[in-house]
Every structure is written in structure tokens, then in C-alpha cells.
């Protein structure tokens, strides 16, 4: 199974922005489906965003419009531009796939959103 290493979160401030990278261990470009995830404290794992192969994106309506998900298949790399940050997208991001079905999880990147 592919093995997922996240990286680019950090603490900003409200209204900054973020760009998390996602690199795979071996090719995606047969993973129908890629998306990233994030975990607050106390909460369960929640999708916050899919692209597809094709470059489709699909945002959950707490991000839509401030966060852009992309793919790219060449460099095995899956990327999320945040922008206009809010203290409650603090959380652990994760990326993995999402159809067929996940791979198992990796440790994430912390995001905090804090003045």
C-alpha cells in the first residue's frame, strides 16, 4: 500500500494561510480518488476535501471557497492551499486516499489557527 508523509502545517494566525503537502511513496495515478482529512482534539476524522484523477475537487461546505485541493500525478504529490484560516481549522491533517478506500494513516500535520 502506498505510504503517505504530510508536511507544511504549522501555527498561523487567523486569516493567514497554509499550503500542506502530501508526498506518496509510489505512484497515485491509479487512486481514483485523493483527499485530505483532519482530526481536532475530542472529534472524530472528518474529509474536508477530494480531486479526483481527472482534477475534480469537492470541498466540504466548512471549507469551500478558503481551501484548494489539487493532485499531481507526475510528482506523486497531493497539495492543500488554505487561505483565510479560522482558529477552528485547527486540527491534524491527513492525506489518503479516498476511493477505493483509505491506506493505512500516517502521523499528519498540525495545523493551529491562533492569535
Known amino acids: 500500500q502506498v505510504q503517505l508523509v504530510e508536511s507544511g502545517g504549522g501555527l498561523v494566525q487567523p486569516g493567514g494561510s497554509l499550503r500542506l503537502s502530501c508526498a506518496a511513496s509510489?505512484?497515485?495515478?491509479?487512486?481514483?480518488?485523493m483527499g485530505w482529512y483532519r482530526q481536532a482534539p475530542g472529534k472524530q476524522r472528518e474529509l474536508v476535501a477530494t480531486?479526483?484523477?481527472?482534477?475534480?475537487?469537492n470541498y466540504a461546505d466548512s471549507v469551500k471557497g478558503r481551501f484548494t485541493i489539487s493532485r499531481d500525478n507526475a510528482k506523486n504529490t497531493v497539495s492543500l492551499q488554505m487561505n483565510s484560516l479560522k482558529p477552528e481549522d485547527s486540527a491534524v491533517y491527513y492525506c489518503?486516499?479516498?476511493?477505493?478506500?483509505?491506506?493505512?494513516w500516517g502521523q499528519g500535520t498540525q495545523v493551529t489557527v491562533s492569535s
Open positions: 489518503n486516499a479516498v476511493q477505493p478506500f483509505p491506506n493505512p
Open positions: 480531486v479526483i484523477s481527472g482534477g475534480s475537487t
Open positions: 509510489r505512484s497515485i495515478f491509479s487512486i481514483p480518488v
